[in-house]
């Protein structure tokens, strides 16, 4: 098992998707697989809710449902771990301070500029090359 924060640009890429190769959707069957183990709070949740239910990106009700309910049947809930240094974007914080809430965790992101380059946070690819390359 692998246990990682998405951050929710990764799972807008994933449902916008058609590319069944693209690490972003590689990303999402692979949880629906039970290879990878969510890592969440309600913080994230509301933020997957907001982002994921604008109209703008015209995403199926059912596909964002069925995600945000298997993440919470079957992620792992947990309290923030807290990152004493600055962010490059502060509302992001929770994200990261989540996947350092425990010591075998990633954060999984498409905007590598909004977090420090630590080594516990990668793109999909990098992700995606790391544990699932075949």
Do not use: C
């Not at 995600?67 to 490059?88: F, S, V």
């Amino acid at each position: 098992m692998i246990y990682a924060v998405i951050d929710t640009n990764v799972w807008v890429s994933a449902l916008l998707t058609h590319n069944a190769t693209s690490p972003t959707d590689r990303i999402f069957r692979l949880l629906f697989d039970g290879k990878i183990i969510a890592l969440y709070n309600e913080e994230i949740l509301a933020e997957y809710k907001n982002v994921l239910y604008r109209n703008k990106f015209k995403l199926p009700k059912a596909d964002i449902e069925e995600l945000l309910n298997y993440i919470e049947n079957h992620g792992i809930h947990e309290d923030r771990a807290p990152y004493g240094e600055a962010m490059p974007d502060e509302d992001d914080r929770v994200f990261l301070e989540i996947s350092l809430s425990r010591e075998d965790s990633f954060l999984v992101t498409g905007n590598l500029r909004h977090y420090p380059r630590l080594p516990e946070v990668l793109t999909p690819s990098e992700f995606i090359a790391r544990f699932f390359a075949s």
